[in-house]
């Protein structure tokens, strides 16, 4: 069931016993290089054809600074991008769906678990500060159900200073 995770997590010094310990103790965890590259680049496909269609430019990586400085010059634009891609990026639903994930949610709640039908997204460009979130918890976005857990994905690589996701256990 787990065979390849597995061998992910290995790679990274994780296994699925650390997983929940680390879980229950501390209300979080960071696994970091779950997501082959594969997974990657068909997110960064799908967005890039929908960029691309919508701005009528031919950007070839979503790194690419001038995309960037175009979205952040053009926010109904990036307004846009964001609405198209939360509603019909297919690879999100299937990666939000994906082994990676739903075997570490499945090891952490059990196997009576299943995925909201309901994608939240946030596109957030580099060094962005307009909708910057200040600690909080997700209790409100969760009505205070303990079984829920939210998932969330970089899709770049993350630092302190590009605004990464802190959590506090």
Aim: include cysteine.
């Amino acid at each position: 069931l787990f065979g390849e995770l597995t061998k992910n997590l290995k790679e990274s010094n994780m296994n699925f016993d650390n997983i929940k310990t680390q879980y229950l103790e501390e209300g979080g965890i960071v696994i970091k290089g779950l997501f082959k590259d594969k997974m990657i680049n068909d997110l960064e496909t799908e967005y890039l054809s929908i960029v691309n269609e919508i701005t009528g430019k031919d950007f070839d990586s979503w790194h690419d600074k001038d995309l960037l400085q175009f979205l952040q010059n053009n926010q109904e634009v990036e307004a846009n991008v964001y609405d198209r891609c939360r509603d019909t990026m297919s690879s999100l639903v299937t990666y939000s769906m994906s082994n990676e994930i739903t075997d570490i949610v499945k090891h952490l709640i059990g196997n009576n678990s299943s995925c909201f039908n309901r994608r939240i997204m946030r596109i957030d460009l580099p060094l962005e500060t307009k909708e910057l979130a200040h600690w909080h918890q997700d209790y409100y976005y969760v009505k205070g159900n303990t079984d829920v857990i939210i998932v969330w994905i970089a899709l770049h690589d993350m630092t302190w200073f590009n605004g990464c996701l802190s959590y506090m256990p």
